[in-house]
T-cell receptor
Framework: AAGVIQSPRHLIKEKRETATLKCYPI?????VYWYQQGPGQDPQFLIS???????DKGSIPDRFSAQQFSDYHSELNMSSLELGDSALYFC??????????FGPGTRLTVL | GQQVMQIPQYQHVQEGEDFTTYCNSS?????IQWYKQRPGGHPVFLIQ?????EVKKQKRLTFQFGEAKKNSSLHITATQTTDVGTYFC??????????FGSGTRLSIRP
């Protein structure tokens, strides 16, 4: 069965650079979520989209933005990267806001 | 703001012993989900609880949702080495705003 696809799997950036993470949800899923997980921490909800419209915002910094496109894929754009942005970024998708299926994550390292 | 606390943070048990993790929200939840994350992996959905006082079982796992819909628990009977991982509760305050608990990391000695 198709799963959530995230790209890239690993990304290394320098401070003040920008990064774009991509997420391809499971086909026919109507909700996409973005999470940030630091080492040994729980996933922190960043933002979600329902049917391509932003539905909720969590602890997403102003330097970050996200959108969902007509083909339902989503992108998380991160600017002016800081060392503290180094983390694992998960995308998850669900249908009818039920079980969330998580992607494998993108590991971002900011040097 | 809304908080979801989970205890204990760590639990180390002998294989065959029981294990319980507790989740408490500062506000009433519309529903709660439980996830398991193996080391190096991504969270995997276990179950969703919606009704006040709901109890659900999956083999050796028993999930409960409190009457006030502010707390929940996961109990594993007779742990096995395959149960190793971090267990997260995730509470929904609205349709798509979710807060994960801090997680309970379970380790097991054979």
């Amino acid at each position: 069965a198709a799963g959530v696809i995230q790209s890239p799997r690993h990304l290394i950036k320098e401070k003040r650079e920008t990064a774009t993470l991509k997420c391809y949800p499971i086909p026919r899923h109507d909700t996409v979520y973005w999470y940030q997980q630091g080492p040994g921490q729980d996933p922190q909800f960043l933002i979600s989209f329902y049917e391509k419209m932003q539905s909720d915002k969590g602890s997403i910094p102003d330097r970050f933005s996200a959108q969902q496109f007509s083909d339902y894929h989503s992108e998380l754009n991160m600017s002016s990267l800081e060392l503290g942005d180094s983390a694992l970024y998960f995308c998850a998708s669900s249908f009818d806001r039920y079980e969330q299926f998580f992607g494998p994550g993108t590991r971002l390292t900011v040097l | 703001g809304q908080q979801v606390m989970q205890i204990p943070q760590y639990q180390h048990v002998q294989e065959g012993e029981d294990f319980t993790t507790y989740c408490n929200s500062s506000t009433t939840l519309s529903n709660i989900q439980w996830y398991k994350q193996r080391p190096g992996g991504h969270p995997v959905f276990l179950i969703q609880l919606v009704k006040s006082g709901e109890v659900k079982k999956q083999k050796r796992l028993t999930f409960q949702f409190g009457e006030a819909k502010k707390n929940s628990s996961l109990h594993i009977t007779a742990t096995q080495t395959t149960d190793v991982g971090t267990y997260f509760c995730a509470g929904y305050s609205s349709a798509s705003k979710i807060i994960f608990g801090s997680g309970t990391r379970l380790s097991i000695r054979p």
